[in-house]
């Protein structure tokens, strides 16, 4: 059922569309709203009511994506095209995604019922998938679109039912032959900016006290979702040190050369974060007392420098080489993921931080330590741009606590934006 409002109430809007998608999206903890999963597809039902309720358009692309606009842009060939994510990780926060999708349609709303018109065609897109905790490639659904997704990627297996990522995609409608044919589902050169609003994933707004910041860069990253070490079982009493093959001691080895080399790198002056999040030996063997024989860990590099992602590859295999020869073990390395780092389009930031004068805020800008969407449109050549919205707590956990005011800040910029929109 639609409501109208006299004046339009952004606040009061955001705060109902992020408590009724939290309530059907709802988990033991947080919420999920899992990659091509119904709730995702709920989720953008939902949303379309809300839009239609207020008189905007809303279709659906070819990757089954929703697209909102204003009546008069629905056709429009070229368009500023807004937008986020709409999944989320498992047990996840409310607004990692769902912020910047609410955002763009809030800027519709107001303009809707304010009669504001924009500068030039803006439409908002809630994207799928962007979460890799489902298959492991990140960014799905904007790889989709823009005709990136990687064979090896489409068979990337579903953490929970072991199906392919070709099969969900399928599932839902979409048809797989462009996407293997890796031919763009929305044709690029119709996009002429593509900007996303994000809550900000790391405590700088926070220590800062601002509410908001344009975002200058995103670092790219090499994932290795499993890397395996082979060593030799053996009784932990029993077998003297010389005699070992123990994979867990290898890793550790591994792991503080790569941490010795992290901080040289620092210390040159370039951008790196390391983390290795998934840790264990097989659950099905493994004792107080026993050397294990295998080890299973992920990795994951970042930096705002492709070079500094590259020496870090290297180093990688030459620091395993040297612990394989020292240790007795061998390393097995799932296929690499690669996500190159973006740049943040620079008359954008400097339009976008012009903006957030405009609306009273302290114009602030800052790199982003996570990936998002914005990567996959700036590295297809179509100038991007993102603004941060303060969040405590980090993202990817239930507790991620974003103000609704915050938001409605970040949202302004985007707005004020929209409506100068020099190109
Ligand atoms: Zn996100």
């Known amino acids: 059922m639609s409501i109208s409002y006299a004046t339009f109430d952004a606040a009061k809007t955001a705060a109902r569309l992020f408590d009724d998608v939290a309530a059907f999206s709802a988990d033991t903890a947080g919420v999920s709203r899992p990659a091509f999963s119904p709730t995702e597809t709920q989720t953008l039902q939902y949303l379309e009511n809300y839009a239609r309720g207020q008189g905007l358009c809303v279709n659906y692309d070819a990757g089954k994506n929703a697209v909102f606009s204003l009546p008069e842009d629905a056709d429009a060939n070229k368009f500023i095209l807004v937008g986020s994510h709409v999944d989320s990780v498992p047990n996840g926060g409310n607004y990692d995604g769902l912020a910047g999708v609410v ?66 995609m399928s599932e839902i409608g979409i048809n797989m032959n462009r996407v293997r044919q890796h031919k763009p589902l929305m044709d690029p050169d119709n996009i002429e900016r593509y900007i996303e609003l994000h809550i900000e994933q790391g405590p700088l707004l926070i220590e800062k006290n601002l509410p908001a910041a344009v975002v200058s860069g995103i670092r790219g990253n090499i994932r290795y979702k499993k890397i395996r070490c082979v060593g030799e079982a053996g009784h932990s009493g029993a077998v003297p040190r010389a005699y070992r093959k123990d994979p867990v001691l290898a890793m550790a080895d591994l792991l503080t050369r790569l941490d010795e080399s992290w901080l040289a790198i620092l210390q040159k002056g370039e951008d790196l974060v390391l983390t290795s999040g998934m840790v264990s030996t097989d659950p099905a063997k493994h004792a107080l007392t026993r050397i294990p024989d295998q080890v299973d860990f992920s990795l994951d590099f970042r930096s705002q420098s492709a070079d500094a992602l590259e020496a870090m590859r290297d180093l990688l295999r030459d620091e395993i080489r040297s612990v394989e020869r020292e240790r007795g073990v061998k390393f097995e390395l799932d296929p690499e993921l690669y996500t190159a780092p973006a740049l943040c389009d620079e008359k954008m930031v400097d339009a976008l931080s012009n903006s957030m004068a405009k609306v009273n805020l302290k114009p602030f800008s800052m790199p982003s330590g996570g990936g998002h969407d914005a990567a996959v449109f700036a590295n297809a050549g179509i100038p991007s741009a993102m603004v941060f919205v303060r969040n405590r707590n980090g993202s990817h956990n239930p507790d991620e606590v974003m103000e609704i005011p915050d938001l409605i800040a970040g949202t302004n910029i985007i707005f004020e934006y929209l409506i100068e929109a020099a190109l």
């Open 103 to 168: 955002a763009g349609l809030l800027c519709l709303a107001r303009a809707k019922n304010e009669g504001i018109g924009f500068a030039k065609p803006v439409k908002v897109i809630a994207l799928r998938a962007e979460e890799s905790a489902w298959f492991g490639p990140c960014y799905i659904a904007s790889k989709a679109l823009l005709g990136q997704l990687a064979d090896s990627e489409l068979s990337a297996v579903h953490q929970g039912d072991g199906r392919n990522l070709g099969a969900h």
